[in-house]
Structure formats: C-alpha cells, structure tokens
C-alpha cells in the first residue's frame, strides 16, 4: 500500500529547481543601469574628448579654455535640446536652423527706425514679445500641418525653411538694402533686454588661490560618497552592523587621505606613498563592506569561457603595452605632419584602398564574400590618410588614448563571477602602470601631478570595487527610497532664504537684477545641498535606513559638480597673469545649462514627458489609450520654435546686427548632436541630457582642434567619425548591459 504521506506526483528534479525570477522584477546594479541609459555613449565620448584635447592643448582646461568651448556648445545646446525632445516625440523640425535668424531680424526690424524703408522704431518691451509671437505662430503651423495633412514633418518643415531663408534675404534687402540688418543696441528699451539676453560675467576678477585645494577636496568627498553609494545600492545589508569594521574603515581611509595630500604637496608623490594611498583606500573599503554587508557565499557564481576569457586578457594587455611602447617611440613634440606613408607610395595605396574598398563592396551587396570585407580596404586607405591628415603629436596622443582605453575594456568585459575580481586588479595594475609611465614622460605639473593623481584614484576605485565584489554579497531586490523628508523640508526652507538674503545683497552691491537673482538662487540651492549632504551623512551612520544608496549617489554627484565648477569658474593669481584677456560667460551659458535640466526633468517627472515618449513610440497606441497625440505633437514643434527665438534673442544681443543667412543649414547639426546624445531617429527614445553632452562634444571639438593648433579643415571629418562611433558604442553598451542578468 502506498504512504499516504507521501504525494501522488512526485518532484521530478527540473521541478526541485527554484523557478527563474521574472527578468522585469530582476534587480539590476547601478553600473549596469547607468549603461542602458540612452546618453551613455555620448557622456563617454564627451571624457574621451575632453581628455585628448587636454592632454595636447594647454588652455583647455583652464577657466578661459571652458569658456570658450561652453560659449559654443550654448549656442547649438539651446537648440539641440528641444530638438531632441521633438525626436523622441517622432517628429523633426527643419526649419529651426533658419527661425533663429528670422527671429533675430524680425525683432530689429521691429524696434530699429534707421533701416531705409524706416523700419517700425518700437521700443523693445513690445518688439521682443511679438517676435516671440511670431515664433510660437509657426511652430503652431508647422504641428498643425503635421497633423492635417499626415505629411511628413520632413516635408512640411522643409517648406517652412524655404519660405523663411527667403523671407530673411527679401526683407532684410528690402529695408536695409543689404544682407545684413543692425542698430539693435540704438532702439528703445534695449539696455533692459541686453541684460536678460547680452549679460555676461567677468571671471578675471573672481581671484581664489585655494582653488586646488577647494576642488581637490570636493572631488576626494564626492569620489568617496559616491563610492559608498554605489556599495550600497549593490549588496545586501547586514541585519545588524559590524562594529569592528568600521574601525578598520577609519584606519584605512585615513591613511589614504594622509597620502594623499602628501602626494599633492610633492608634486606628484612617490612609490611608497602611492602603495600607502592604494592599501588605504582598500583596507577602508575592505574594513565598511565587512561591518555593512551579508559576506559572499562561495562558488556561487558562473564560469567563464576559458577560450574567450583568454582571447581578452591577451588583448587587453597587449593593447596597454602597445599604448606605451608607441608613446616612448614617438616624439610628444613633433609638430610635423606624421607622413609615414608618404608621396607615391602613400597616393597608391590610398588609391589601392579606395579600389579595394568599392570592389569588396559590390561582391558583399551580390553576397560573394562576408559584408564585413569592405573594411579591409578601407583599413588600407586609413592608413595613408592618417599620415596626411596628422601631425606626430596628435597621432601620439589619440593613439596612446584610444589603445589604452581599448586595453582597460577589454580586460573588463574579461571574466565573471568571482574571476571578475582578478581582472579588476589587473585593470588597476594595468592603470597604475600607464600612471608612472605618463608621469616619467612628462614635463608639465598638469601631466607629473593631476592625470597622474586622477589615473591612480581611477585605479583604486576599479581594486576597490573588486575587493567589495570579493568580501560582499550582491543585492537580489532593489533598494527602498531614503527616508530623508525632515532633512529635505529643513533644506528647502534654508534655501529659499538664504536666496533671498544673498540676492538681495547682490543687489545692494550694485549688481544686475539677472546676476544678482542667478547667484541667489545658486547659493540657495548649496545651502540645500549642504543640509541634505549632512543628513544623509547622518542617517547613514546612525540609522538601519536600507535605502541611503540612492542619497548617498546624489551627494556624490554634487560635490564632484561642485569641485568641478569651483575649477572652471575661479581663476588664480598665477593664472590671471597668463590670461591675454577677459575671459568671460555669457547669458546663453546659464540658459543651456536651466534648458538641460527642466528638459530632464519634464522628460523624467511629468505627465507630458511620458506622452512624448508615447507619440514617439507609436502615436495610434498612445491615442487609443488617452494620449492627446495631435496636442503633444504640436506643443513640440511650439518649443521647439520658442527655443529658436531665444537662440535668435541670444545672438542678435551678442552682435547688435544679424546677416540674413544666420542659422542656415544648422538644423542638421541640431539632429547630430540629438544623435550623438542617444536619440533615436526614429523616435520614442532618448534623452535631453544626452543632447545637451552632444553640444558639450561639438564645442570641444570646435575649439580644442584651435586650441590644440591642429589643422581646422579637418573638424567636419572629426564631427561625423564621432557620430558613428557615439552611435555604435550606444547601441553596443547599451544591447550589453540589457542582455547581462
């Protein structure tokens, strides 16, 4: 007779196994979300770039070198955002090069009495608000037309450009008889409105010497916040803290700071204060995971391929010792063109590369060979292109660069589970090992001290990282939110006054309504950063609030932003004495940076946000559901003309006069920017921030090959590469991060 006890169908050992979680509901680490963002090729591509033009121009980073990169990326930035927000929406606006012009002409015409028809002569409080009248019309027109017809907005936005260029030229020829329309700075009410759209600020006099220090310590607390908060959002708490190890953290983090400092002090430190710096920094971190966090269980994650994991670490570390071996041979001085094929030999193999590449091509599209042997050809005309193109100093730096960054990635995509933390290590060996090496080379402090100083923290952070993934085990369930509501009510409140308190002294000063009322605002928001950084300090050494990661992230972030800006906005003694003249912001500056934030935020925090996100995707489902599609679509094109009218404002302010081809051409340099910062041309996806880093880009590349006193012509070349590259490593990163569990 059988048990009654035991069940009629028993187990089998498939149904003994423990289902798979639901990958919806699948905990995801903060590194891997960040890199299914949509703006994470373009923010990689924005430190790329900085780092080159660092590295081989010296002004780039000083406070006058960022002015002039930010003066530009402005400029394309007010555009790009909105532009970007309309793509996500699935819709592009071509005619929004040309309506900055119009916009600008529009509004001298308007207010100037000297043209030769007379011109209108009204005072500038009506002829700017009509002109943003004029705007808001045809972007009005253009959503409605959209709509109306079902035409694409390619072709009804093309029409509009048409009919603009063409009214600019017309008018502009009819009541000045030239190409060019002036006199702004002689209408009524034009000091008023100069200084919302003229206003600049003068950072000469803005004289701190303790600068360095300022940011430097800036970056150590934000680093290290930022650090605890990613620890925090990746393991699993303890249910009862250690004690003891925060003992060992205390000892560990001291010790590293110690050696720090007395690094910075020695211009650029020693062996053994570096050792002293990097066992610090891993016995703090060891010491934190071990009084916070559930230990690892052993064995528990998957090997990897031996061949693949192979493959990499050999790639990986030739590529470094590529990097350093072509920097020792090369000459960091050579200004010369690298010409290493040159005359007949280099015109004929770039010949043979052309020919091989079109021959390859057409046996891939008739599917003779595999699609990817067109590159062998193109590999072979690069090569006599470059020499054409480089001098010996750009070609050493880009290359020494691209080889080592290609090393650290490979190293990094090399291993899982538990071998993941020797290949950190040997990340970290690797980086450290490029640190001396640059620092042995180097003849400038910026070389000696600060990539060698940023090069070993970036090290220490990836050892660190390793040795928390060692000792600690990884969250299963997404973190709760951080209980920080007394703090954040405590914040607010101190903001909003010392807003006020400051602006008003501002004002008292003799300042401008619109600096005075900016630098209250900004002291506000550091006196609420400051509160909230305090609190979150608090609770998490003296609460079991599971959720500070988060908080702990935000801290971070802001005190790195706030190192940086401390850098880039104060000059010293010795710096002001190298400057050739006043290097200085302007409005358009401060209104890029509000339109990149309220654009995230509307995106991220607002019902509108998800309804572009909607239309984009796919405007019929979005309707059926509720989604006022013809609406949303419509309001895009609106802003997107009412950024073109700030834009016109901002540059008809800056020059008083405006030729009649302003802005032509220049919507498509909107849609790369958007492109590059992760949106998609086909719409639905896509971020402001990650427009507003493609503007970063452009500007860089603008003024850093100036900078850098490299051939110019050849930027538009630089621009479009950058495209492609940004897009794939988008898609690349992006498809990875998704595919990893």
């Known amino acids: 007779m059988a048990d009654a006890s035991a069940p009629a169908n028993p187990p089998t050992e498939r149904e003994d196994k423990p289902a798979a979680a639901d990958e919806r509901l699948a905990h995801r680490g903060p590194i891997q979300q960040l890199l299914t963002r949509p703006e994470i090729g373009a923010l990689l591509g924005a430190v790329g770039v900085w780092l080159v033009f660092w590295l081989v121009s010296g002004p780039f980073g000083t406070v006058a070198g960022t002015a002039n990169y930010l003066d530009v990326a402005s400029i394309i930035g007010l555009m790009a955002i909105p532009v970007a927000l ?23 015409l308007l207010s100037s009495d000297t ?53 600019k030229l017309g008018f502009a020829k009819l009541f000045t008889n030239k190409v060019i329309v002036e006199g702004l700075d002689q209408s009524s009410g034009y000091e008023f409105w100069d200084n919302i759209f003229g206003a600049t600020w003068n950072r000469n006099t803005h004289i701190w010497d303790q600068r360095d220090w300022a940011w430097a310590g800036l970056l150590i607390i934000g680093g290290l916040v930022l650090l605890l908060g990613i620890l925090e959002l990746t393991y699993a708490r303890r249910e009862k803290v250690d004690p003891t190890g925060y003992g060992v953290a205390a000892i560990g983090a001291a010790a590293g700071l110690v050696a720090f400092f007395l690094m910075l002090r020695s211009d650029g430190g ?20 071990l009084a916070r966090y559930q230990p690892a269980a052993p064995d528990d994650e998957p090997q990897a391929d031996r061949r693949r ?71 072979i005309a690069m090569i006599p292109a470059v020499s054409f193109m480089m001098t010996v100093q750009a070609f050493r730096a880009i290359l020494f660069a691209a080889l080592a960054m290609a090393g650290v990635s490979l190293l990094a995509a090399a291993g899982r589970g538990r071998l993941k933390v020797v290949f950190s290590l040997l990340i970290s060996v690797g980086i450290v090992a490029l640190a001396f090496f640059v620092r042995s080379e180097a003849s400038s402090r910026k070389l000696r001290v600060e990539l060698f100083t940023a090069l070993l923290l970036v090290a220490l952070v990836i050892a660190a990282g390793a040795v928390a993934g060692l000792i600690s085990a990884r969250r299963t369930a997404a973190p709760s939110a951080p209980g920080m509501g007394w703090w954040t009510r405590t914040g607010s409140a101190a903001g909003v006054v010392a807003a006020v308190v400051f602006a008003i002294i501002e004002l008292v000063d003799g300042d401008g309504i619109l600096y005075s009322l900016f630098t209250g605002v900004v002291k506000g928001l ?40 401390a850098k880039l906005l ?52 979005a309707r059926s559901v509720g989604v006022p599609a013809a609406r949303t679509k419509t309001t895009l094109f609106m802003m997107v003309s009412a950024a073109a009218w700030i834009t016109g404002m901002v ?36 971020s402001a921030i990650g427009a507003a880093i493609g503007a970063l880009i452009w500007g860089m590349i603008q003024q850093g090959i100036g900078f ?34």
């Open 86 to 108: 309309l793509m996500i929406g699935g819709e592009f606006d071509l005619s929004s090069g040309a309506m900055t012009g119009a916009t600008a002409i529009i509004v001298i």
């Open 570 to 621: 104060f000059v010293k003694s010795s710096e002001l004495e190298t400057l050739r003249g006043v290097t200085e912001y302007g409005a358009g500056v401060l209104i890029f940076l509000i339109f990149a934030v309220v654009a995230a935020w509307v995106l991220a925090r607002t019902q509108f946000g998800s309804w572009i996100f909607a239309v984009g995707g796919n405007k019929d489902a």
């Open 651 to 686: 540059i008809a302010f800056r020059l008083n006069s405006v030729q009649a081809n302003v802005g032509d051409g220049n919507e498509f340099r909107y849609i790369i920017v958007a492109v590059v910062g992760g949106n998609l041309l086909t719409g639905g996806y896509g």
């Open 526 to 565: 550091i006196t609420v950063f400051a509160i909230y950084a305090v609190g979150t300090v608090v609770r998490t050494l003296f609460t079991d609030d599971d959720g500070m990661g988060r908080a702990l992230v935000s801290v971070g972030l802001g005190s790195v932003a706030l190192g940086i800006a």
């Open 270 to 289: 020693n062996l053994g204060l570096g050792i002293l710096l990097g066992a610090g920094v891993l016995v703090g971190v060891a010491g934190w995971c």
């Open 708 to 741: 850098a006193t490299w051939n110019s012509d050849w930027r538009f070349l630089v621009l479009g590469a950058l495209l492609l590259i940004a897009v794939l490593a988008n898609n690349y990163v992006r498809g990875r991060a998704e595919k990893a569990r």
């Open 115 to 167: 043209a030769t028809l007379g011109g209108a002569g009204l005072s500038l409080h009506l002829a700017v608000p009509l002109s943003l009248a004029f705007a808001l019309a045809i972007g009005w027109f253009n959503g409605t037309m959209v709509e109306k017809t079902s035409l694409p907005s390619f072709i009804v936005t093309l029409g509009t450009f048409f009919i603009l260029i063409g009214a």
């Open 309 to 379: 994991l192979m493959q990499r670490l050999g790639g990986g570390t030739l590529a470094i010792a590529l990097a350093i071996a072509l920097a020792a041979i090369l000459d960091p001085f050579d200004s010369g063109q690298l010409d290493f094929v040159g005359g007949a030999a280099g015109r004929a193999l770039l010949a043979l590369g052309i020919a091989l590449t079109g021959i390859l091509a057409v046996l891939a599209a008739l599917g003779r060979v595999s699609p990817s042997y067109p590159a062998i050809g193109a590999i």
